[in-house]
């Protein structure tokens, strides 16, 4: 069953990722404030995942 911010745990934590909600970041194009950004490191390589939602009244559902 997926997360939300608002369920507790999210699918990503569920996997072993450290998850961050409404993260600001720097880009070349300025700031951006991303919904969801997740973080692993396996094996000394690190995997990143950032998320924008469009609607967060909707709630998805994994198969």
Do not use: H
């Amino acid at each position: 069953m997926a997360g939300s911010p608002k369920s507790g745990r999210t699918s990503a934590e569920q996997c072993g990722f450290n998850v961050e909600l409404e993260k600001k970041i720097e880009t070349v194009r300025g700031d951006v404030e991303l919904d969801v950004y997740a973080e692993e490191v396996i094996k000394g390589r690190k995997y990143s995942i950032a998320v924008e939602c469009k609607n967060w009244r909707i709630i998805f559902r994994s198969m």
